[in-house]
């Protein structure tokens, strides 16, 4: 990692995804740095007021039994603060969150708010959590199974994919149809290691009923796998396929964008905008 005496911080430079808590990753950059360059002295009175908003939409940590959690993080850093933070040494500090338990969400906002705090200098930041789901999902056609009870999750869970959490139970007489989605998957970028977040979105019909809590498991399990997005969504239509042979199935991966662009794959066993059983196709507003 580069000193700060180097000037560079992160910024350029190849860096792996922290797994650990890592506050020592934050950068500072002096505001005096971007300020001289217009002529504002740095011992005078601003001529202005404000506040740096951030928007962190990658922020994961586990709850206190070891269950991934997501949220969008709003960070308010105000604009008299002796530094900035580095922007990529953000990014790698706020990942560094993913395997680290927190009783509570607040106590998220508030290591954040200390230790932000630390780099930038006073007056203090303050942040707030903000809606994880995806904006353009319908979210009242979809059942989230993100709250299932699962149990203390033992660290092992999270190392590696295991289809053995995949089970279901028969519904006598009935053919089930459901559409129930994740907020929380995250795997890795098999180029630059750095993590990918989305929603997994699972339509299904057949004669036997996917365990909620065991699905959310498997998800869970996903929290360190290498490969591309559409890689990703081919891994998890065929484990569910193999382990829960359903009549049908449709797996849709909606990820954050990054460089502008997002990629969202469809694999399906009936085309991509096919209906699965009688229950709707997947919805979108503006679709």
């Known amino acids: ?115 932000v705090g630390n780099v930038v200098g006073s007056p203090s930041p303050s942040a707030r959590l903000l809606d994880a789901e995806l904006p353009l999902l319908d979210a009242a056609a979809w059942e989230c199974v993100d709250e299932e009870d699962i149990g203390e999750v033992p660290e092992t869970l999270l190392d590696a994919p295991d289809e053995a959490h995949l089970v279901t139970g028969k519904v006598e007489g009935k053919v089930t149809n459901e559409r129930l989605v994740s907020h929380i998957l995250r795997t890795l970028c098999p180029v630059t290691g750095q993590p990918d977040w989305g929603s997994v979105l699972i339509e299904y019909s057949g004669a036997q009923r996917i365990d909620r809590g065991g699905l959310l498991k498997y998800i869970c399990s996903l929290r360190r796998e290498i490969g591309f997005h559409e890689n990703a969504i081919e891994r998890i239509f065929l484990a569910l396929a193999r382990r829960c042979q359903p009549a049908a199935l449709r797996v849709t991966g909606r990820f954050f964008r990054r460089g502008g662009i997002d990629i969202n794959p469809v694999r399906s066993t009936h085309g991509a905008d096919a209906t699965l059983g009688p229950s709707h196709p997947v919805r979108v507003h503006g679709q």
């Open 1 to 115: 990692m580069p000193t700060e005496e180097s000037g560079k911080g992160p910024l350029g430079q190849k860096v792996d995804a922290p797994d650990v808590y890592s506050p020592q990753v934050l950068f500072p950059i002096p505001r005096t740095r971007g300020r001289s360059l217009l002529s504002l002295a740095e011992h005078k009175p601003l001529p202005f007021e404000g506040t740096d908003i951030w928007t962190a939409y990658e922020l994961s940590w586990l709850n206190q039994a070891g269950v991934p959690q997501r949220g969008v993080l709003e960070l308010h850093i105000p604009c008299t603060t002796a530094n900035l933070v580095e922007s990529k040494s953000l990014k790698l500090y706020i990942n560094s969150l993913s395997f680290k338990r927190f009783p509570a969400a607040s106590e998220v906002l508030s290591t954040i708010v200390a230790d």
